[in-house]
């Protein structure tokens, strides 16, 4: 082709290119600015949340804290998370509180059902802010199966992030469902959670803190009684 003749093919490419606002975020944003302003729209479409904990004397938003809880534990469990692991731990719970559990009968198979949709709803939502800030169905396929437990357990970074969502629902949520629980459910999610866990997880357990009565319900239902 002429040189004048590449000239404008060219420049009908980039005309062609400026139409795509996905093709725009690659030309102005580097892979670094992407991720961080995936994570920052994932923080604030959490903070929507109106539930509510109180930290520090301040109510911070429930599914904010808990995202931020499971990425941390990544960052402690895997030596170099991957990008998609990354953002799966940040979305993987977006906007949880619009799928309450009653919207269906209490139930174990209506339970089941209440999580597929939950799993479903979160990835359609991480979806649309990845798109949104520039990534690619490269990026965007890998964190809906993270999302969705479509490898789990095969899959090391599905077994890290599962990992990391039991963890955080022992530091954080055993000591309100000890009282709410028969002995019988406590025992049998306990154990259920346990079995879900790698062997490093399941040695962070141990470096949990726990009061006296939980600690107490953990040794008698996974340690045959023995200090965990």
């Not at 994932?42 to 931020?68: C, W, Y």
């Not at 339970?111 to 479903?120: D, F, G, K, P, S």
């Not at 470096?207 to 996974?222: G, I």
Request: charged residues 35%; glycine residues 4%.
């Amino acid at each position: 082709m002429p040189p004048d003749r590449l000239a404008e093919a060219d420049h009908n490419d980039a005309r062609r290119d400026d139409d795509s606002p996905r093709r725009l975020w690659g030309q102005v944003m580097n892979v670094d600015e992407r991720f961080h302003l995936a994570i920052k729209e994932f923080d604030k479409a959490n903070e929507e949340d109106p539930r509510t904990e109180i930290v520090a004397g301040h109510a911070q938003p429930k599914e904010l804290l808990f995202s931020r809880r499971v990425y941390a534990w990544i960052e402690k469990l895997v030596e170099r998370p991957s990008e998609k692991l990354l953002l799966a731990a940040r979305s993987h719970t977006l906007r949880r509180w619009m799928i309450p559990r009653d919207r269906y009968p209490m139930t174990t198979k209506d339970y089941h059902r209440w999580r597929n949709a939950l799993a479903e709803f979160h990835a359609a939502e991480a979806e649309k802010i990845l798109a949104e800030v520039g990534y690619g169905p490269e990026m965007i396929d890998p964190v809906r199966q993270l999302i969705t437990k479509a490898n789990w357990p095969a899959d090391e970074d599905a077994l890290a992030l599962e990992d990391a969502d039991c963890l955080v629902f022992l530091e954080t949520k055993l000591g309100d469902f000890v009282d709410r629980w028969d002995d019988e459910k406590m025992s049998r999610i306990l154990r259920q959670t346990y079995a879900k866990m790698t062997p490093d997880a399941r040695e962070a357990v141990s470096t949990l803190h726990f009061d006296e009565k939980e600690r107490a319900v953990l040794n008698r239902v996974l340690f045959g009684g023995r200090a965990g």
